[in-house]
Every structure is written in structure tokens, then in C-alpha cells.
């Protein structure tokens, strides 16, 4: 298997190719999108290793029933939904867990992987659905309709979900709050 | 409200994105792959070696059950005077007519449930 002949080619050719059983073609997109899906995992369940098993299901699955996909130009989207659902899954396996109440985040620095750190630690203070509408809203930039749609949540539950989490970020990361734009994203 | 985000919470998502390719959860996912559709042959192989003592074992009864089939299959439910009424009957006055019946049943009901 060679991945290496696909580098520059456009996505949807290579999910033509995928769902007729190339795995060099499937290797190129998992390797272009592989970043994303465990970024979203990883900010829905705080926890790296748990992110990358379920991103790992995800890309398996995805293997497995790319045939069904009928749009190669939504690939994307077919894949944020298997991520989701697989989320979803997880989520409902675990016991409510119990969510700190007053957490405040003192800043680790300002590095990328300082910031994720941070920011995964406050994630992990809201409960399971309202965190997954803010890391849909703010990591996947979706809007509220799309997220009501996605989750089959209701649109009021949604946009509530979205406030109360939004406040209670800015709470915990209220360390964040004072630091400059630029220095947050160097 | 609006889906207008928070600008400090979007750059905090924002830095934190990492964009870097990690090759081994990459070959992981990949032999993960090959080794499924090793597993997939391996069960087809293994079905099909299976498959072929049962179908032996199975065929003298399965051709005695087909043999009988085949004759009482077309044999009449109701005793009709040959003539026009029983060449009108005859598609139905048959176990085979019932059965394909039953099924035709069966299916449109299904159907109807399902819809």
C-alpha cells in the first residue's frame, strides 16, 4: 500500500476510489482527515487515549460502509456524523459522570498544546450534552439549526446548552480572558 | 440569541486545533484495515470448507424434500369438473397457488407495515 501516488489529488476522486477498495486512496483521505476527527473527539471526551480508540472505530467503520456513501463531494460531512454518533455511543455507555463544580483554569502557557490542555480541562467541567453543542459550535463552526439537526436535540435546548456553557468557559477560563488575541494563538 | 460566538473562546479553540499528521495512529488505523479483511477472507474460507460436508450431508434429505415438493406442489385443494371453471382455477386450485398466494400476502403486508 501506497499512499504516497494520491498526495496531491482533490478528496472527492480519492472517495471514488475508497468505495471501490482502494486502501492507498482510503490511507490518503484518513491521513488528511485524522487531525480533525481527533481533534473533535478529543475535545468532546477530554481524554487522548479514549479519543484516538474512538477516532480509530471511526475510520474503521467509515472503511467499512464507504459503498453507502452515495456523495463524494460529502465525505466531510458523512464523516463528522460517524464521529458524532460514535461519541454519542460512548457517551451514553459511561455513568453521568460527575462534573466539577468550581474549577478554575490557571493558565499553562501559551502554547498550542498549553492552550488544548486548558481548554480540555474546562470541557470537561460541563456535562456531556452541552459540551458536545459547544465543541460543535466553536471547533466545527456550526450553526445552531445545524447542531439541533445533527444531535436531534431542539433548537431552545441547543441555543440553552450554548449560553450556559459559553458562561461557564468564560468563568473557568477567565485567566484566558486578559491575555491578547495574538498571544492566545501563537 | 444568535449564533454569534464568543471571540475569546473562538481563539482559544482556535490555537488549540492541532493540524500535525500523526503517522502512527495512521498505520495503526491501516493495519487495522488489512487485518479485518484478512479476518473477512479467512471466514469466507472457512464457511466455505464448512459448507460443503453439510451440503453433502444435507443433500440426500434436501433432494427427498424437493422430490416431494415437486409432487405435491401442483396437486388440486378442491375437485373441479374439467371445462372452462376448472382451466379458470387452476393458477389457485393447487398447494403451489396457495403458497405463492400466501407469499404475495405475506410481502404486501410487510410492505404496509413498513411504509
Known amino acids: 500500500m501506497n499512499s504516497d501516488q494520491y498526495t496531491g489529488?482533490?478528496?472527492?476522486?480519492?472517495?471514488?476510489?475508497?468505495?471501490?477498495?482502494?486502501?492507498?486512496?482510503f490511507a490518503e483521505l484518513l491521513r488528511r482527515r485524522q487531525a480533525w476527527i481527533r481533534n473533535l473527539l478529543l475535545r468532546c471526551c477530554n481524554n487522548p487515549a479514549l479519543a484516538d480508540?474512538?477516532?480509530?472505530q471511526v475510520f474503521m467503520q467509515a472503511w467499512r460502509t464507504i459503498h453507502q456513501l452515495r456523495h463524494s463531494g460529502r465525505f466531510a460531512a458523512w464523516l463528522k456524523r460517524l464521529a458524532i454518533n460514535t461519541w454519542l455511543q460512548q457517551?451514553?455507555?459511561?455513568?453521568?459522570?460527575?462534573?466539577?463544580?468550581?474549577?478554575?483554569?490557571?493558565?499553562?502557557?501559551?502554547?498550542?498544546?498549553?492552550?488544548?490542555?486548558?481548554?480540555?480541562?474546562?470541557?470537561?467541567?460541563?456535562?456531556?450534552?452541552?459540551?458536545?453543542?459547544?465543541?460543535?459550535?466553536?471547533?466545527?463552526?456550526?450553526?445552531?439549526?445545524?447542531?439541533?439537526?445533527?444531535?436531534s436535540m431542539s433548537l431552545g435546548t441547543v441555543k440553552s446548552h450554548i449560553r450556559r456553557g459559553t458562561q461557564r468557559l468564560q468563568s473557568t477560563l477567565a485567566a484566558y480572558q486578559d491575555m491578547p488575541t495574538e498571544e492566545k494563538s501563537s | 440569541m444568535t449564533d454569534a460566538r464568543d471571540p475569546g473562546l473562538q481563539a482559544l479553540f482556535d490555537a488549540?486545533?492541532?493540524?500535525?499528521?500523526?503517522?502512527?495512529?495512521?498505520?495503526?488505523?491501516?493495519?487495522?484495515?488489512?487485518?479485518?479483511?484478512?479476518?473477512?477472507?479467512?471466514?469466507?474460507?472457512?464457511?466455505?470448507?464448512?459448507?460443503?460436508?453439510?451440503?453433502?450431508?444435507?443433500?440426500t434429505p434436501l433432494l427427498g424434500a424437493v422430490d416431494l415438493a415437486t409432487q405435491l406442489l401442483p396437486d388440486t385443494l378442491i375437485a373441479v369438473e374439467e371445462g372452462f371453471l376448472a382451466q379458470l382455477l387452476a393458477p389457485v386450485n393447487s398447494i403451489a397457488g396457495v403458497v405463492g398466494l400466501t407469499f404475495v400476502g405475506a410481502w404486501a403486508a410487510y410492505r404496509k407495515i413498513l411504509s
Not at chain 2, 488505523?29 to 470448507?49: C, H, N, P, Y
Open chain 1, 9 to 25: 489529488s482533490a478528496e472527492a476522486p480519492l472517495v471514488g476510489l475508497a468505495r471501490k477498495g482502494d486502501r492507498a486512496a
Open chain 1, 53 to 56: 480508540d474512538l477516532a480509530q
Open chain 1, 91 to 151: 457517551a451514553r455507555k459511561n455513568d453521568p459522570l460527575d462534573h466539577a463544580d468550581d474549577v478554575e483554569v490557571q493558565t499553562s502557557g501559551s502554547d498550542s498544546a498549553s492552550i488544548a490542555m486548558d481548554l480540555d480541562r474546562a470541557l470537561a467541567t460541563l456535562k456531556d450534552p452541552v459540551r458536545l453543542c459547544i465543541v460543535l459550535s466553536y471547533h466545527e463552526g456550526m450553526t445552531h439549526e445545524e447542531i439541533a439537526e445533527f444531535t
Open chain 2, 16 to 59: 488549540a486545533r492541532e493540524d500535525t499528521v500523526n503517522e502512527a495512529f495512521v498505520a495503526r488505523v491501516m493495519a487495522d484495515i488489512e487485518k479485518g479483511q484478512r479476518l473477512t477472507i479467512f471466514s469466507w474460507v472457512i464457511a466455505g470448507l464448512l459448507l460443503v460436508p453439510v451440503a453433502w450431508w444435507l443433500s
